[in-house]
């Protein structure tokens, strides 16, 4: 690829009397969608000379053995060349724009007598924010060897994540290779989509400039989403409750809603509403409710620890699909009381000498997770209201003194009379002092 709005492959190859089609992708944008869509070759000149474009032209040197099929709504032009020969040999552009200058994408076609016809590429389609699942295919090389995820650029492929637990920065938390049972085939997720993750992809075992045993993925990334960005740092506190509110597309036949912790391109199962539950998470964490109705499910965990601190992916599967979302929780050090998310029952600070303090979790809606954190003195009238009988009630800038100062209540009052004695004091020791050496 060459541009954030165009790309395509760099390379194909072809026999002799066959074909090859050359597929192209573009952002779905107006602009673009409606525009000119052209297929050049390169002369010795540098000048391309147009072979086939939208417009309905097409070179009298190709009339019969060439076409262009432009799909605006899966942002992708195809064009075909028949009866190969070995003079087709050489560089090409596929782009869009009123001349051949503007936006394009070059690519290098060999003819041979012999050449193995390239692969085709697969489309896949993400909305910004959302996720996608890649099915990469399966290979009759050994299952030990290592599976890999990478994007093609102009000097190779660029590695984002492997079986080995390698995963690039920018994709910490959002990606994750899980091998398929009973075949050599392996899946690759991706999620939190960004306008910048649309590309060529490369799929495959082994060796990055291995072209064997690989799969060629085109992902186009809808910007005109309907997904809200979402937070990816949240926070709870030791002791204190989390409550992951999950979604997924309420018209998919999802069989299976889980929770599970990512680390280093691996995603440990936590719980799923089959009714698996981690050991080491056992009466700590559930799956509190599930609505097929509006595409939604909540996880609670109690009780958080230090190291429960980490990535977390709600996760909804049907079949090969999957709908994944990611979110990283991390963990204040020091414990304070905090409300079971479950319930609405109001829970009193720690410190019992406010009485009238009354505290409920903080509670965040967000695409894909809602999170509980934190503790706030709330001063509504549904929380005055729940305050016991005899309970005093004051005002919130009296909770907030009240809570928020060390100071006794008595020592503003002591002070000046403290003063004043000792002021009283001195004056009485003067005058004794004055006495005496008068009446020596």
Not at 7 to 16: I, P
Not at 76 to 100: H, Q
Not at 280 to 287: A, V
């Amino acid at each position: 690829p060459v541009s954030s709005t165009l790309y395509g492959s760099r390379f194909l190859t072809g026999a002799v009397g066959g074909s090859v089609t050359h597929r192209c992708f573009y952002s779905i944008t107006p602009a673009n969608k409606h525009d000119r869509k052209y297929w050049c070759k390169m002369a010795r000149s540098g000048v391309c000379y147009t072979i086939i474009s939208t417009t309905g032209y097409t070179s009298s040197h190709h009339l019969g053995r060439v076409s262009l099929e432009d799909v605006p709504q899966d942002g992708t032009f195809a064009v075909t060349l028949t009866e190969l020969k070995k003079n087709d040999t050489g560089t090409y552009r596929c782009g869009i724009g009123t001349s051949n200058r503007d936006l394009y994408v070059s690519l290098n076609l060999t003819v041979s007598e012999d050449a193995s016809p390239s692969g085709p590429i697969e489309l896949i389609h993400g909305e910004l924010h959302g996720s996608v699942t890649v099915l990469c295919p399966p290979s009759d090389t050994q299952g030990g060897e290592k599976r890999y995820w990478c994007k093609l650029r102009r000097t190779g492929c660029a590695l984002i994540a492997d079986t080995d637990g390698y995963v690039g920065r920018s994709y910490e938390g959002r990606i994750l290779i899980t091998a398929q049972e009973s075949s050599g085939a392996f899946k690759v997720l991706m999620n939190d989509l960004k306008k910048e993750d649309l590309g060529l992809y490369k799929c495959g075992m082994g060796r990055l400039s291995s072209w064997d045993n690989q799969q060629v993925v085109a992902l186009q990334v809808t910007t005109a989403s309907a997904l809200p960005r979402r937070p990816k740092l949240l926070s709870g506190t030791v002791g204190g409750s989390f409550t992951f509110q999950c979604h997924y597309d309420p018209k998919g036949n999802y069989e299976k809603k889980y929770l599970c912790l990512w680390k280093a391109g691996r995603c440990l199962l936590l719980v799923d509403t089959e009714g698996f539950v981690h050991e080491l998470f056992k009466g700590r964490i559930q799956i509190a409710s599930s609505h097929q109705e509006n595409g939604t499910y909540r996880v609670v965990m109690r009780h958080l620890r230090e190291d429960d601190e980490g990535w977390y992916w709600c996760g909804a599967k049907n079949g090969h699909t999957e709908h994944t979302s990611a979110v990283k929780l991390l963990i204040k050090k020091e414990p304070c009381s905090s409300q079971d998310p479950e319930t609405s029952t109001l829970v009193k600070p720690a410190l019992s000498s406010s009485p009238a303090a009354y505290s409920t979790p903080t509670q965040r809606s967000i695409m894909g997770l809602t999170y509980v954190m934190g503790i706030i003195t709330e001063s509504t009238s549904t929380l005055l209201s729940a305050a016991p009988p005899s309970t005093p009630v004051t005002s919130p800038g009296e909770i907030y003194q009240e809570s928020s100062s060390d100071e006794s209540p008595l020592l503003p009052l002591l002070l000046p009379a403290l003063v004043l004695l000792v002021l009283v004091t001195i004056l009485t020791l003067t005058k004794i002092k004055l006495q005496k050496e008068t009446g020596k």
